[in-house]
């Protein structure tokens, strides 16, 4: 079995109340292979109407929906959870093959995925609102949880199973309905894992899943529509200040997990080699293609050639290639685009006085490859250190006080990830207070973790995924005043 075959072939259509719904050819759009640009299948494309009608689907099931008992939507997550974990392997393969990267990496995104079923599965029943007298003594105050009601949810390429997850795992435990709509480049995925919940009991018309290549329309249609209560994205800081405006009119609440641009300081009291190794989970984690990957490295100088020249080896070691491939490392970047966004960066530091350590540039032959480059003494303003590069390049400069490299750190709109490393526990305090960020990880290179709240500040976003916080994005407060009786 390839990963493909998880997929039957009515599964490669749009899934709206329950039912699959196949299209014609000339209703279908491609979906390629990063490796070489070959076509791996096609599937249904989604139209305005058919959007619409996944959110009549929503709509009609979320009365009933609601008034399920706690404990069964927390089983329908707990079944999904054993089945996709048993299907972990098919699931990589055909993440790695719509997306790139390596099968070994689609594993760890799979298990980091699957926990979020996991995870809400257990929160589903400890939904509770709380009961006081108020200060003042005489009246009661007692709180109810509702589900928000219909959800709009829009994933990205990068995370194909587990950005889903970590929406449609709280929405399912909460008790709202939704319509997801996955990226273009990466429908399998999200296709596959509708199957599984079907399969574990999940009732008709609580999931609908409209893959498209009208994205724009499709969100514009929805969000105009008052029975759309919620709209969940992880994408691009630019897609998301659309998605907020058009939310504006029906005042639908907004979860935002937007763009990064993490630095990561390595201390004069830092272990090196323990920096390194973080460095490389920072800025290696899906090719660089995330928007926690670290971004900039800022080295004090006193470490700096010794980081440059381990981190250089480090990356100058991996080995690219197909992402199905054995001994490959690092597989290609999504599409030409990114190639040739990240290739630019590179060469636009160079100019400005950037030292190539290792790599540099993109492999001659087909796929979307990149060479994991290190680039030491990168000014500040250049370009790559400003913007978020999504690829496996990183830029090194220096710095001499831990003012100076807090305030470089906190200089940018964006307020995703952070990460530091040093051995002194008050400096540790100084910094979890003091950088602008939404998460902050300490002698470590990865902070993502199901039962934690991930997200961002700024430019960022805002809203959180995952841990305690995670389902309370999908749950209204209902507050009702009693008297003391
Ligand atoms: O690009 C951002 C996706 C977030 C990945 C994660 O959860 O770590």
């Not at 992402?323 to 990240?342: F, N, R």
């Not at 496996?392 to 490299?405: C, R, Y």
């Not at 916080?469 to 209204?476: H, R």
Request: glycine share 10%; charged share 20%; hydrophobic share 45%.
């Amino acid at each position: 079995m390839t990963g493909l075959d998880l997929l039957s072939p009515h599964q490669r259509g749009l899934l709206i109340g329950g039912a699959w719904r196949e299209a014609d050819e000339d209703r279908r759009f491609d979906v390629l292979d990063p490796a070489d640009g070959s076509v791996l299948t096609d599937v249904a494309d989604a139209s305005v109407a058919d959007a619409v009608e996944a959110l009549d689907a929503a709509v009609a099931a979320q009365a009933d929906w609601a008034r399920t008992a706690p404990r069964e939507r927390g089983e329908i997550l707990r079944t999904a959870f054993g089945l996709i974990a048993d299907r972990a392997d098919d699931f990589a393969e055909l993440m790695s093959l719509e997306m790139g990267k390596t099968v070994a990496e689609a594993k760890g995104e799979v298990a980091y995925g699957n926990e979020f079923f996991r995870w809400y599965a257990e929160e589903a029943v400890r939904i509770h609102g709380r009961w006081m007298q108020a200060p003042a003594g005489g009246s009661r105050l007692l709180t109810i949880k509702k589900p928000v009601g219909p959800c709009l949810f829009i994933t990205p390429w990068n995370f194909p199973l587990a950005m889903g997850t970590r929406k449609i795992g709280p929405a399912i435990a909460a008790g709202c309905t939704m319509v997801v709509k996955p990226a273009e480049l990466t429908p399998l995925t999200m296709l596959a894992l509708a199957g599984v919940l079907e399969e574990a009991g999940l009732p008709a018309g609580v999931l609908n899943v409209v893959p498209t290549t009208r994205a724009a329309e499709v969100s514009r249609a929805l969000q105009g529509d008052d029975r759309l209560r919620k709209v969940s994205f992880t994408g691009s800081t630019a897609v998301g200040k659309v998605l907020v405006r058009q939310s504006a009119d029906q005042l639908q609440r907004v979860s935002m997990e937007l763009g990064g641009n993490a630095p990561f300081l390595v201390f004069e009291d830092a272990d090196v080699d323990a920096a390194v190794a973080g460095a490389m989970v920072a800025k290696m984690r899906n090719m660089g293609e995330a928007c926690t990957a670290a971004n900039r490295f800022l080295v004090h100088s006193s470490v700096a050639a010794e980081f440059a020249e381990k981190l250089g080896a480090r990356m100058g070691a991996l080995r690219v290639g197909r992402g199905q491939d054995d001994g490959v490392d690092v597989g290609p970047l999504i599409d030409e685009k990114a190639v040739e966004s990240v290739g630019q960066l590179v060469t636009d530091a160079v100019h400005d006085g950037a030292t190539v350590v290792t790599g540099g540039s993109a492999p001659d032959g087909p796929g979307y490859f990149f060479t994991p480059t290190v680039l030491l003494d990168v000014p500040a303003d250049s370009a790559i250190n400003v913007q978020e590069i999504f690829g496996p390049v990183a830029p090194i400069t220096t710095f001499e006080t831990e003012e100076e490299a807090v305030a470089r750190a906190n200089d940018t709109e964006y307020g995703l990830a952070s990460y530091a490393y040093t051995r002194d526990l008050s400096r540790t305090i100084r910094l979890a207070e003091s950088l602008d960020y939404g998460m902050v990880g300490i002698n470590t290179g990865l902070i993502s973790n199901p039962a934690a709240p991930f997200g961002g500040v700024k430019a960022s976003g805002f809203g959180r995924e995952g841990g305690f916080e995670g389902i309370e994005e999908y749950l209204e407060t209902t507050y009702v005043a009693l008297p003391a009786g």
